[in-house]
């Protein structure tokens, strides 16, 4: 599951990061697809919701800095909001805690 997420996301991804420029539509195409992927990853419809409204409103207004392209940015908007969403730091898991049935 997690490898056909990571494809799906990569390849999006990858298609804006070649452009010099990207319009407020580029965007939206790229966040539609991200959408259809994370909700074929069986994430839930609100947080994907979620989680394309916080990208597009960081990546339509966001002040790019010279030195990357645009598409570089967004990914960046994308990987911080995966890291926001999923935690930045990692929980040991206990295995031997009881049973839950």
Do not use: C, Y
Request: charged share 25%; glycine share 8%.
């Amino acid at each position: 599951m997690f490898e056909s997420l990571q494809e799906r996301l990569g390849s999006i991804l990858n298609g804006l990061t070649g452009r010099g420029a990207l319009s407020e539509a580029d965007v939206s195409a790229a966040l539609r697809e991200v959408r259809r992927a994370l909700l074929e990853a069986d994430v839930a419809l609100e947080v994907v919701r979620s989680f394309t409204d916080k990208v597009r409103e960081k990546a339509v207004g966001a002040a790019v800095v010279k030195s990357i392209k645009p598409g570089q940015m967004v990914v960046k908007i994308v990987h911080d909001e995966l890291v926001e969403m999923l935690g930045a730091e990692g929980v040991a898991i206990d295995l031997n805690a009881p049973a839950p049935v």
